[in-house]
């Protein structure tokens, strides 16, 4: 969801623009969107977004030399993840990096460990390899991956229930002993990731629920039910 906001203001500063651009060959379609978009003035009064003395584009050459080189760590990284077998949603400690070709700012360093989904970069010259991951997967981050496949889940039974994003829903659960302990021990953060209401142990008392499926996680087998609350 939050990727999804990000993406949304992306979206929107893309779409802004494609009209000021495209106003003088479609006026009224360009005009329609652009005020969809929020904007109160008419898009023909808009300057395109060029440097008027130079009559170029605007880049940033600096930028871009560091984009590629966070792009080309974040593939090298992701290789050895592929190689090592661990899904990107399964937290790792460390990732470490031989060369900072260029100077990168913190903000992108933080959109590395994103990406690679990492709690720490540690440069290190003394790599044999360009990139180098931590595989070790310590009782606390080996819980923090557990729940997040069982976020997923929950997140795929809500889409497949047809739910809309700011739908409120009620959960059940049952099965592996290890893994309703793991839920019941994170129903808050849990509730606030999916949207529930309500997160409680399945009982024996018959539910009514629009969608429930038995996941299998880790090798251990956990019951959802749920039901728009």
């Known amino acids: 969801?939050?990727?999804?906001?990000?993406?949304?203001?992306?979206?929107?500063?893309?779409?802004?623009?494609?009209?000021?651009?495209?106003?003088?060959?479609?006026?009224?379609?360009?005009?329609?969107?652009?005020?969809?978009?929020?904007?109160?003035?008419?898009?023909?009064?808009?300057?395109?977004?060029?440097?008027?003395?130079?009559?170029?584009?605007?880049?940033?050459?600096?930028?871009?030399?560091?984009?590629?080189?966070?792009?080309?760590?974040?593939?090298?990284?992701?290789?050895?993840?592929?190689?090592?077998?661990?899904?990107v949603r399964q937290p790792l400690s460390k990732l470490k990096i031989k060369n900072q070709k260029v100077k990168v700012a913190k903000d992108l360093l933080e959109l590395i460990k994103d990406e690679i989904n990492v709690k720490e970069i540690v440069f290190d010259k003394g790599l044999k390899t360009e990139v180098e991951l931590d595989?070790?997967?310590?009782?606390?981050?080996?819980?923090?991956?557990?729940?997040?496949?069982i976020v997923r889940s929950i997140q795929g039974m809500r889409k497949e229930a047809g739910y809309k994003p700011q739908d409120k829903v009620a959960l059940w659960y049952s099965g592996d002993q290890e893994l309703c302990t793991l839920v019941t021990k994170n129903a808050a953060p849990l509730k606030k990731s999916v949207g529930a209401k309500t997160l409680e142990p399945k009982t024996t008392k018959k539910l009514h629920c629009d969608k429930e499926k038995e996941m299998e996680i880790d090798g251990k087998k956990l019951w959802m039910g749920i039901r728009k609350a």
Not at 4 to 13: H, N, T, V, W
Not at 16 to 40: D, N, R, T, W
Not at 135 to 141: E, F, I
């Open 135 to 149: 595989t070790t997967l310590t009782p606390k981050l080996k819980e923090e991956g557990l729940l997040r496949e």
């Open 1 to 87: 969801r939050q990727r999804a906001k990000e993406a949304c203001g992306i979206l929107g500063f893309v779409l802004s623009e494609v009209c000021k651009l495209a106003a003088p060959f479609i006026p009224f379609l360009a005009e329609h969107i652009f005020q969809g978009l929020g904007y109160k003035e008419s898009v023909h009064w808009q300057d395109w977004s060029f440097d008027k003395a130079q009559g170029k584009p605007k880049q940033d050459k600096i930028l871009e030399q560091q984009m590629t080189w966070v792009r080309d760590t974040v593939a090298k990284a992701l290789a050895e993840r592929a190689k090592a077998g661990i899904k």
